[in-house]
């Protein structure tokens, strides 16, 4: 099977790595009051990105709709002992079994994760809602590591550079399989809104909101006033 067609859409690829950015981001910005309103941007991209995928898995194109890759333990342990044993691991032109458990796990954590952080920047359920956001990111942090190790030992075992092919789009398949349209025009739309949205959190976060620590005193402050 040496015939590469096109699986993943724009807004599948520009949504897979927006993802990433952003949850490294808010992941490294976490312990620095200094960067708090980096890591506050990151998670509202992180929250927004989620919200998308949502959608798109219901009216993106063939690979990217959930219905194409609906989640089986089953299913998924099998391929993974196909993939350390001796037998073939079949080879799938979307998601493999494993990389649709971990899409799942991953929607979901990323919901808790937006949540319980936008819950503890209320004020809303003091240290324990901190916590909780620190326990979920960390296994956010885990299963993207699983995820990570699972693609490469997928690269090796089906000699297909996977990484690559969510840059560019396309796997190894026949022409059936392949999706009609790569909906450019949305994932440009989804490239530009979250680059407006960095682009004022960085020049003008009070816009949108995002005003913390003394700058938020300040801001309650003067609200008051003029109240008064």
């Not at 949504?15 to 309103?37: C, D, M, N, P």
């Not at 299963?143 to 396309?170: A, D, P, Q, W, Y």
Request: charged content about 15%; aromatic content about 10%; some cysteine.
């Amino acid at each position: 099977m040496n015939t590469k067609v096109l699986v993943w859409d724009l807004p599948t690829r520009v949504f897979h790595w927006l993802l990433v950015v952003s949850f490294v981001g808010a992941y490294l910005s976490a312990e620095s009051e200094r960067l708090q309103i980096i890591h506050i941007t990151f998670g509202y991209t992180l929250a927004g990105l989620i919200a998308f995928r949502l959608v798109w898995g219901i009216v993106g194109s063939r690979h990217a709709q959930f219905r194409d890759f609906l989640p089986s333990p089953t299913k998924a342990w099998q391929y993974a002992l196909s993939l350390i044993g001796k037998s073939q691991a079949p080879h799938y032109i979307g998601h493999n079994p494993l990389g649709a458990l971990a899409v799942y796990a991953l929607l979901l954590l990323g919901i808790a994760v937006s949540v319980t952080g936008y819950a503890y920047l209320q004020e809303w359920g003091g240290e324990g809602m901190e916590e909780g956001h620190e326990i979920v990111a960390n296994m956010m942090l885990g299963l993207v590591g699983l995820h990570i190790v699972g693609v490469i030992i997928s690269c090796f075992v089906h000699k297909e550079n996977l990484i690559r092919g969510m840059v560019t789009g396309k796997k190894h398949g026949e022409p059936a399989q392949a999706i009609t349209s790569s909906f450019n025009v949305v994932g440009l739309l989804l490239l530009i809104v979250v680059g407006g949205f960095w682009t004022v959190a960085y020049f003008q976060p009070a816009a949108i909101g995002l005003v913390v620590g003394d700058n938020a005193a300040s801001q309650t402050t003067d609200q008051k006033d003029d109240d008064d």
